[in-house]
């Protein structure tokens, strides 16, 4: 097999292990562009788990934990890394450690340039030291595909960060202790068939849009009826939704 034919293979079977990862060839499609916005209610747990593949991937195939250049020489990569990256603002007036911008730029290339990673992380005649892009902005700082269960504090602020329908599906992810409900397996179903939402009854249509728990206008504090209240979660689970909602 050739140099070419190799790399052909080995992009191949990364797209393969991503699509493995989803689930299905239809979810991977539906995700694999979706991390610029808010996470896609239905598919959360496919979309938190392709994130984790797709770091783990850029970590592994570019070693290493470069900082930004600007701050200072003595903040250079060392000769263990095989990538640098730059600002696009100057880090020492706003304040920004280096570890922050390492962690933007990584999020920024495994969410919007992915392509060009994986193209780099089997090119042959590669630099020994690659400069890869960053985009800083708050999407990194209140990374959303990200939720580390021993940070409670930082799970509680993130989840601020996005309505409340959306959070409480996020809550269902790492604190799940049973399937979730018929209602959301079939909307997921329905979505994964790309099926025509136009045909639903207007409160499913809501429902698929904003997820099970939207109701127009409502605020964390405003609360959730017991009714309403996810089955799934673990007791942690639902101490986290506690806390979230102010009870």
């Avoid at 099970?212 to 089955?231: N, S, T, V, W």
Wanted: hydrophobic residues 40%; negative net charge.
């Amino acid at each position: 097999m050739g140099s070419r034919d190799m790399k052909d293979y080995k992009l191949g079977q990364a797209i393969c292990d991503q699509i493995r990862v989803a689930g299905s060839v239809k979810i991977y499609n539906r995700l694999k562009d979706s991390f610029t916005g808010p996470p896609d209610i239905y598919f959360i747990k496919e979309q938190f788990a392709l994130y984790k593949w797709r770091k783990e991937f850029f970590l592994a195939h570019f070693p290493g934990v470069p900082l930004c250049p600007t701050l200072g020489p003595a903040l250079l990569p060392s000769l263990e890394d095989t990538w640098t990256t730059d600002c696009n603002f100057c880090c020492n007036l706003l304040g920004i450690s280096s570890d922050i911008h390492w962690m933007a730029a990584i999020h920024y290339n495994i969410t919007e340039n992915f392509d060009q990673v994986l193209k780099l992380a089997f090119e042959d005649s590669r630099p020994d030291l690659l400069d890869f892009p960053t985009d800083y902005s708050a999407s990194c700082l209140f990374n959303k595909f990200e939720w580390d269960k021993e940070k409670e504090q930082e799970v509680l602020e993130k989840l601020t960060t996005v309505d409340l329908s959306t959070a409480v599906h996020i809550l269902c992810v790492p604190y799940s202790c049973s399937p979730p409900s018929l209602l959301q397996v079939a909307m997921r179903r329905g979505m994964e068939l790309s099926l025509f939402l136009d045909s639903l009854p207007k409160e499913l249509q809501v429902v698929a849009k904003r997820g099970l728990y939207y109701i127009e206008g409502r605020e964390a504090f405003d609360g959730l009826e017991k009714k309403e209240r996810p089955r799934c979660l673990s007791s942690e689970g639902e101490k986290m939704l506690n806390m979230f909602l102010g009870q």
